[in-house]
């Protein structure tokens, strides 16, 4: 297992400068003179001329990435254009947010997904499986946005029951020391706002858990319904083990891998693409983070941002590979 998980680390580092790289020049291949947008259309080509050279925008490529890749090793993610602060210190309140959503959304999509799935292949054509499956579809079709107004106006409107939007009761704020709020609540003792958090992380975190859900659903129901095929599974029932045991102990376990590529693809496509459901709850997430300094053409923040998503994406696919290894011992050979 030490000899498989080195190699995968090792593997890690021709990724990590492609991606570098890929983030780079997509970066740069937006329209627009970033010196000109930042200074606006009124600016003299001195001023333009001037802030190209101190954003070092006026040297060749290679020496920009080269500059931009030293910067990275160093943990400089460089300063935003529009706040002026380092970038490294102000993007981890708003990945916290979003860790804390996305954890949230795939605790619920994992544990209906995947239970609505085995109860599917284990009463095959039954109602439930039926019912299951018609909900996953709607699921899978269904608009977020559509979906968190919804859930606005039948939870937090109608029936007050749930707050519309944010993470905590800006009334009486917790003091941040990790920002992951549900964490620092704890840590500080402060049991009612913990309660208050979760109410707040409610409405956004099943609004984003409704396609990987549907998904999980799907995708465990499938690969039950192979692997309950199986001849050492009917000998099993043949011996008259219980059925639950059956299902949980012995299929689960050999159905469990094409499940755990799911929940890692869609556990990294959660932390890079809760954009409309931060917008809709006004959740301060890297979704919405990224978003603004797009409207701000604040190309640090931008770069950085892509860079420490596709950064989480990588580190998911590497745990997924080392938990294939550890629940298969076949994999690592």
Known sequence: MLAFTVRRLLLLIPVLFGLSLVVFFIIRAIPGDPAQVILGQAASKEAIAELSKSLGLDQPWYIQYFNYAGDLLSGDLGNSIRTKSAISEEIWPYLAATIELALAAMLIAVFVGVNAGIISAWFQNSWFDYIAMLLALIGVSMPIFWLGLMEQWAFSINLEWLPTSGRMNVRDPVEPITHLLLLDTLIQGRLDQFVTV????????????????????????????????????????????????????????????????IIGLQTGLLLGGAILTETIFSWPGIGRYIYEAIGYRDYPVIQSGILVIALFFVFINLIVDLLYAAIDPRIKY
Do not use: C, Q
Request: hydrophobic share 50%.
């Open 198 to 261: 979760i109410k707040h992380l409610i409405l956004p975190s099943v609004a984003l858990a409704t396609i990987p859900t549907a998904i999980i659903a799907r995708i465990t129901r499938s690969t039950m319904l192979e692997v309950m095929r199986s001849d050492y599974i009917r000998t099993a029932r043949a011996k008259g083990v219980r059925m639950f045991w059956v299902i949980y102990k012995h299929s689960f376990k050999n159905a469990v891998i094409p499940v755990i590529t």
